[in-house]
Antibody, heavy 118, light 108 residues
Framework: EVQLVESGGGLVQPGGSLRLSCAASGFTFSNYWMTWIRQAPGKGLEWLTQIKEDGSQKYYVDSVKGRFTISRDNAKSSLFLQLNSLTVEDTAVYYC???????????WGQGTLVTVSS | QSALTQPASVSGSPGQSITISCTGTSSDIGTYKYVSWYQQHPGKAPKLIIYEVSNRPSGISNRFSGSKSGSTASLTISGLQAEDEADYYCSSYISGGVFGGGTKLTVL
């Protein structure tokens, strides 16, 4: 059974940083693109970033370019998201998602809540 | 990045069928067969229910079906049940993932 378990969310002040982690199991992690998607309170889904199987390619939505960094450790079946220069608009639940190709998001973690507030 | 347009809400009575549309452009839905649909219950993570326009993942009820015509994809839920009440999102293959705004389904 595929499992994705996020951690690292919490309350942070504007301008602060946070590092999210996602522990994957139940599939061969190194064979899949992985994605982070977020959902602000009461809002829809927003694709943020994706990383290739070997970490050699990364893509970001414009709103987080230069502030967020995706990375992975295939040896530990783990995905990461470094969040810097956070603003209140970054308040959201952040989901770790397995991509089965062509942006087919087959499995989602339970999400981790990031709250940016002073 | 383009956006996909969904109705904000739809409703139906138990046992009825409803259809949720997802309108894109010739550059996304109109070109690619990679349209997906996700179901999200309150407080829960989204769940893939349709991929590649009309395919259902293992374990998804055959009451859920998908189709596409031109630049518009559709999700049909037949034999509505109370448990189908949820938010539904579409997405399409395009450089830089994009989702529809979501549709809230109310089962009357």
């Amino acid at each position: 059974e595929v499992q994705l378990v996020e951690s690292g969310g919490g309350l942070v002040q504007p301008g602060g940083s946070l590092r999210l982690s996602c522990a994957a199991s139940g599939f061969t992690f190194s064979n899949y693109w992985m994605t982070w998607i977020r959902q602000a309170p009461g809002k829809g889904l927003e694709w943020l970033t994706q990383i290739k199987e070997d970490g050699s390619q990364k893509y970001y939505v414009d709103s987080v370019k230069g502030r967020f960094t995706i990375s992975r450790d295939n040896a530990k079946s783990s995905l990461f998201l470094q969040l810097n220069s956070l603003t209140v608009e970054d308040t959201a639940v952040y989901y770790c998602v397995k991509d089965d190709g062509y942006y087919t998001f087959s499995h989602w973690g339970q999400g981790t809540l990031v709250t940016v507030s002073s | 990045q383009s956006a996909l347009t969904q109705p904000a809400s739809v409703s139906g009575s138990p046992g009825q069928s409803i259809t949720i549309s997802c309108t894109g452009t010739s550059s996304d839905i109109g070109t690619y067969k990679y349209v997906s649909w996700y179901q999200q219950h309150p407080g829960k993570a989204p769940k893939l229910i349709i991929y590649e326009v009309s395919n259902r993942p293992s374990g998804i009820s055959n009451r859920f079906s998908g189709s596409k015509s031109g630049s518009t994809a559709s999700l049909t839920i037949s034999g509505l049940q109370a448990e189908d009440e949820a938010d539904y999102y579409c997405s399409s293959y395009i450089s830089g993932g994009v989702f529809g705004g979501g549709t809230k389904l109310t089962v009357l």
